[in-house]
């Protein structure tokens, strides 16, 4: 199912020449486009309306792209789509463990951007979620854990986790799969709706960095199991 063009996307990118063709992609498409070039550009867009999903550049001037995230999340919920060069592995995990919903690697292909585009709307458009997974529960009870879908939010023994939306993803994922291992390549697909690249380690990267804050909240349970040769799978009682 295709997102409807009725969205606004902003893109905030330094680099005019790559600005303006992601604009000129993501119209082709029927999607309402706006371009800045730094963070006080971006500030000044959020106040004025509604933005649907933000295509955020890291090496912008003055305050970069990753300290943008970390500031955005503090007050937006506003989906990011963070733009990394190629390689930048750490970058790419900062920005998600920063609130970034999914990240892009330069150079990329026109189709791939529309398609993350499409996938993170499809995931955090509330109205979309509600048709796309009709049949799912806002609400999935695991053990002391509780994952409410409708607010995005993951419970343990009732007080919240602290969890980046990306983080949220992958646990709610493993949490609602208990019991079942799942393949990098499902948990990708389950949680981000993309498929999963054999050099790309954010899997486990998020996997390590939920291990130690279970760990922490749970008096060290292992709660997230490594099933050799198949995955990684959630137990609510290890």
């Not at 070039?37 to 550049?57: F, N, S, T, Y």
């Not at 919240?160 to 799969?177: R, V």
């Not at 999963?196 to 709660?223: F, N, V």
Request: hydrophobic residues 35%.
């Amino acid at each position: 199912m295709e997102i409807k063009s009725s969205a606004h996307i902003l893109v905030v990118d330094d680099d005019l020449r790559l600005r303006s063709l992601v604009e000129a992609h993501l119209r082709q498409v029927g999607f309402t486009v706006d371009g800045v070039r730094d963070g006080q550009g971006l500030d000044h867009k959020l106040h004025g309306g509604e933005v649907d999903l933000i295509i955020l550049d890291l090496g912008l001037p003055d305050e970069d792209g990753l300290q943008i995230c970390q500031r955005l999340r503090l007050t937006y919920d506003t989906p990011i789509l963070i733009l990394t060069a190629r390689g930048d592995e750490v970058d790419r995990i900062l920005g998600l463990e920063m609130g970034a919903d999914d990240y892009l690697s330069k150079p990329f292909h026109p189709r791939e951007l529309i398609a993350r585009v499409q996938a993170i709307l499809r995931r955090t458009k509330p109205m979309n979620r509600g048709r796309q997974h009709a049949d799912e529960p806002e609400i999935c009870m695991k053990g002391a854990f509780v994952v409410d879908t409708r607010r995005q939010k993951i419970l343990w023994r009732g007080e919240p986790l602290e969890l980046s939306q990306a983080d949220f993803q992958t646990l709610s994922t493993l949490i609602k799969h208990e019991g079942q291992p799942l393949s990098r390549e499902r948990l990708m697909l389950l949680s981000r709706g993309r498929t999963y690249a054999s050099d790309d380690r954010t899997i486990d990267m998020q996997i390590s960095r939920l291990r130690k804050l279970l760990d922490s909240k749970t008096d060290g349970a292992q709660h997230i199991r490594t099933v050799w040769g198949s995955g990684y799978m959630f137990l609510s009682e290890p």
